[in-house]
């Protein structure tokens, strides 16, 4: 193998070498090596092909899961040095490439940073490293540093702010560390109180359960989703108690599933529409099928109390997805969390899981029509707010947080 001090700079980075000379880089976090961490994250940025720099009993199959190509199209090539194996042992590359020391967690923002940055760059950790450069400028001391503060903190997928991360493990309270932490990121910012207070620690030790295992998120999406029509059919015969635990696990299991998909890096845009689609479906179902139990099936007999607040929740439910879906496709952001209001409030707003909230308080005082009168108040209350937001922030001049980040 050749090892040179310098290269031609040319534009564009589909290329990564993971340094993986010690032992550390296999252990294993979230059920994946360390090394295998990285290459899905360069898989998932758009690098085409990674070199890992080891030693002679490296081998991939130990590294790699089996479902790996399902998730991954990433190229992986295996180099061993032929002397001692060091961090410099990096051969001849054309061009640029992102090198990583395979030891560290690191957000998939720095690396992202790194592969479109235009200039020899490289982010220090401690006594590691990850950087986007030539050869030449791979061990130079002048060569520009940056920091986690240069990287936008907002990440739009959960909707919050999280100062982006490298963490270098090296113990088995390192792996803890850094799993709460890329839970944490992975964890929705602006969602509602049960899922952000609630489900949080069980959600946490329920994916590090699952995660080394082969189930996949989808799989748990598909299970939430069968329990989540299932549950039409008790509230549409009144049992209402067996409905509302079959929401709250379907609840649980729609938080697990996202996250299990997150923090193994298994997403997909074809789960994620099944789950938003089936989102208003099943709610739409749970609904109607409340309204048509507490009528004895007379919906539209608005004489019946029951019948005229079904009327109005129904109304309030529409609007709303009508509002927050129209807004985001005219400005193409979320409403829910345009500003700390917006983001704020959303926490308390009416759907799925504080009507779960309503039915169990009227359940525990023994009458049902309290919890749809109770839904129906929170979602017309929603709605109102979500209408004065729609009509103001376009005039106020108010950039969305991720811009201002």
Request: with cysteine; hydrophobic share 45%.
């Amino acid at each position: 193998m050749t090892f040179i001090s310098s290269s031609k700079l040319q534009n564009g980075i589909d290329h990564a070498y993971l340094i993986a000379t010690d032992n550390g880089a296999l252990r294993t976090i979230w059920g994946m090596t360390l090394v295998e961490r990285l290459l899905r994250q360069l898989s998932q940025i758009g690098i085409s092909r990674a070199t890992v720099i080891c030693d002679a009993s490296f081998d991939v199959g130990d590294v790699l899961r089996p479902d790996f190509s399902q998730w991954n199209d990433i190229r992986v090539e295996i180099s061993v040095p032929e002397r001692e194996a060091s961090a410099s042992l990096v051969p001849v590359f054309p061009g640029r490439a992102l090198i990583v020391d395979a030891r560290i967690v690191v957000d998939s923002r720095i690396l992202e940073h790194l592969k479109n940055t235009s200039e020899d760059t490289r982010f220090d950790v401690e006594n590691r490293f990850v950087g986007a450069t030539t050869y030449a400028g791979y061990e130079d001391p002048a060569i520009a540093r940056i920091r986690d503060t240069d990287v936008n903190a907002y990440i739009k997928t959960t909707r919050k702010h999280v100062t982006a991360f490298a963490i270098p493990v090296d113990s088995g309270h390192d792996v803890e560390f850094a799993e709460n932490t890329t839970f944490a990121a992975a964890y929705k910012g602006a969602t509602d109180f049960i899922t952000k207070y609630v489900f949080y620690l069980p959600a946490r030790w329920a994916v590090r359960k699952v995660s080394p295992t082969g189930i996949t998120p989808n799989q748990v999406t598909m299970t939430s989703m069968v329990i989540s029509f299932g549950a039409v059919v008790p509230f549409f015969t009144g049992h209402y108690w067996v409905a509302t635990i079959m929401g709250f696990a379907m609840a649980f299991l729609d938080t697990v599933d996202g996250k299990l998909a997150r923090v193994t890096l298994r997403t997909s845009k074809s789960g994620d529409l099944l789950d938003h689609v089936s989102d208003f479906v099943y709610l739409l179902l749970w609904y109607v099928g409340l309204g048509w139990s507490l009528t004895g099936g007379h919906l539209f007999d608005f004489s019946r109390e029951a019948a005229l607040y079904h009327a109005v929740l129904i109304g309030a439910f529409l609007a709303d997805k009508i509002i927050t879906g129209l807004y985001k496709r005219i400005y193409g952001y979320e409403l829910h969390d345009y500003t700390r209001l917006d983001y704020t409030v959303r926490i308390f707003i009416a759907r799925r899981n504080p009507f779960l909230i309503c039915m169990l308080i009227a359940l525990i005082l023994g009458d049902p029509m309290i919890g749809l009168l109770m839904i129906t108040a929170w979602y017309v209350l929603t709605l109102i707010f979500h209408l004065m937001r729609f009509v103001y922030l376009p005039i106020s001049g108010e950039k969305h947080q991720y811009e201002s980040s």
